[in-house]
């Protein structure tokens, strides 16, 4: 199994920045593909980030340009480097792990972190 532990989120001002951290531990060997959800209260669940072991990134029209997503093999830890926040942005993000990114896009997880809060306020 494959335990996944987020930090990082918080309240923050329009325009400001923060950076999430995904930690993965556990047996890691078969996750290809890491990435960030987001879900707030009423709306639907959306990727916003997601990257290979390889490198290959994919993000969400709503953050391109403003969000990066990274990873650190060596720590087994994804980033989500988050810019110029808007109050939209205000969600919980919850870090994802799956075999491959197709089976992330479609929600088909490995393990699913417990989330942390981002506020944005305006």
């Known amino acids: 199994q494959v335990q996944l532990v987020e930090s990082g989120g918080g309240l923050v001002q329009a325009g400001g920045s923060l950076r999430l951290s995904c930690a993965a531990t556990?047996?890691?060997?078969?996750?290809?593909?890491m990435g960030w959800y987001r879900q707030a209260p009423g709306k639907q669940r959306e990727l916003v980030a997601a990257i290979t072991s390889g490198g290959s990134t994919d993000y969400a029209d709503s953050v391109k340009g403003r969000f990066t997503i990274s990873r650190d093999n060596a720590k087994n830890t994804v980033y989500l480097q988050m810019n110029s926040l808007k109050p939209e942005d205000t969600a919980r993000y919850y870090c994802?792990?799956?075999?491959?990114?197709?089976?992330?896009?479609?929600?088909?997880?490995?393990?699913w972190g417990r989330g942390t809060q981002v506020t944005v306020s305006s």
């Open positions: 556990g047996s890691i060997v078969s996750i290809n593909a």
């Open positions: 994802a792990a799956a075999r491959g990114m197709e089976l992330l896009r479609r929600g088909d997880f490995s393990s």
